[in-house]
């Protein structure tokens, strides 16, 4: 079947606008993750859905960040006035499994979406 | 806190050779879960092995292995066999078994992998 994929593959933003980055998981997968990639780096953990419920937003790094996943399907990661630290590449996982059990669930991860800040 | 050091920002070994990747991490955790994944220019993250702590025999996929010694949390892959399709971007990475609100991965900062001909 098909996997992850993620709209747009590039976004350019002039500084202040603001952005909406999409993932579409794995059809039937409860879990949904995103990640920030910055140029060099490992990805870091934003924030996490177990169908429609944001579990964990601990990573969200400012309030300007914010996501959705309003029907336990497609998430939206959104990002209000864009400052040129927001670039990156985003990164969304989705897995089968939710949370409890102790379960390896494994995360398959979309192409991302590298954002550009001018 | 949970943290992945990857000390080696590039590595290079010549196609059929074997190389190996290294991976330490700190956690109070007895439980848990580590990964390699491989990321090509593609940027599509892709799970090449996995290692259940609680488990004391050494994952191997193919041609990947590690070699896990939990006491001095280090977990290092081995690739045999070194091929062109090798070359990537490896990250380690960790996850708690259990609690927490979150299944989330946590990375190292990766080895560039670059494969010789």
């Known amino acids: 079947g098909a996997g992850v994929s993620q709209s747009p593959r590039y976004k350019v933003a002039k500084r202040g606008q603001d952005v909406a980055l999409r993932c579409d998981p794995i059809?039937?997968?409860?879990?949904l993750f995103w990640y920030q990639q910055a140029l060099g780096q490992g990805p870091e953990f934003l924030t996490y859905?177990?169908?429609?419920?944001?579990?964990?937003k601990s990573g969200l790094p400012s309030d300007r960040f914010f996501a959705e996943r309003p029907e336990g399907s497609v998430s939206t990661l959104k990002i209000q006035r864009t400052q040129q630290e927001d670039s990156a590449v985003y990164l969304c996982?989705?897995?089968?499994?939710?949370?409890?059990?102790?379960?390896?669930?494994?995360?398959?991860f979309g192409p991302g979406t590298r954002l550009t800040v001018t | 806190a949970q943290t992945v050091t990857q000390s080696q920002p590039e590595m290079s070994v010549q196609e059929a050779e074997t190389v190996t990747l290294s991976c330490t991490y700190d956690?109070?955790?007895?439980?848990?879960?580590l990964f390699w994944y491989k990321q090509p220019p593609s940027r599509q993250m892709i799970l090449v092995i996995r290692q259940e702590a609680y488990k004391q025999q050494n994952a191997t996929e193919n041609r990947f292995s590690v070699n896990f010694q939990k006491a001095a949390k280090s977990f290092s892959l081995k690739i045999s066999d070194s091929q062109l399709g090798d070359a990537a971007m490896y990250f380690c990475a960790y996850r708690n078994r259990y609690g927490g609100a979150t299944n989330k991965l946590i990375f190292g900062t990766g080895t560039l992998l670059a494969v010789q001909p």
């Open positions: 059809s039937g997968h409860v879990s």
């Open positions: 956690t109070s955790e007895s439980d848990y879960y």
């Open positions: 859905f177990q169908n429609e419920a944001q579990l964990d």
């Open positions: 996982a989705s897995s089968l499994g939710g949370l409890g059990g102790g379960l390896a669930y494994e995360q398959y």
